[in-house]
């Protein structure tokens, strides 16, 4: 697989915000859409966020949607998940993802994954 690198988990009381990052080599996935998975123990791997090649389209679960903001700067070869008013429930793994066939959106099969960050958030 192509190298993804996550960084920025931690451990964070309920209603907190983290910044995840995801950094990737020499501009691979500058023409690809990226995006976030997560998995808690236990529970299958769920889609987070996407976001295009541009950074023009964007699409959140529900789960998440008005909380968490994905962005990326592809001068910096670096994907973003911002996270804010974190619940208990978004206690997971969270792994950058990194298409290489769509400019839209990542699919789960095509993906190219990261070792993942843990996010622990505590009630």
């Known amino acids: 697989q192509v190298q993804l690198v996550e960084s920025g988990g931690g451990l964070v009381q309920a209603g907190a915000s983290l910044r995840l990052s995801c950094t990737y080599f020499?501009?691979?996935?500058?023409?690809?859409?990226m995006g976030w998975f997560r998995q808690a123990p236990g529970k299958e791997r769920e889609f987070v966020a996407s976001?295009?090649?541009?950074?023009?389209?964007?699409i959140y679960s529900d789960s998440v949607k008005g909380r968490f903001t994905i962005s990326r700067d592809n001068r910096a070869y670096t994907m973003y998940l911002q996270m804010n008013s974190l619940k208990p429930e978004d206690t997971a793994v969270y792994y950058c993802?990194?298409?290489?066939?769509?400019?839209?959106?990542?699919?789960?099969?095509?993906?190219?994954w990261g070792q993942g960050t843990q996010v622990t958030v505590s009630a």
């Open positions: 976001i295009s090649w541009s950074g023009d389209y964007t």
């Open positions: 020499d501009g691979i996935f500058d023409s690809y859409a």
């Open positions: 993802v990194g298409d290489l066939q769509s400019g839209v959106a990542v699919g789960e099969s095509r993906a190219r």
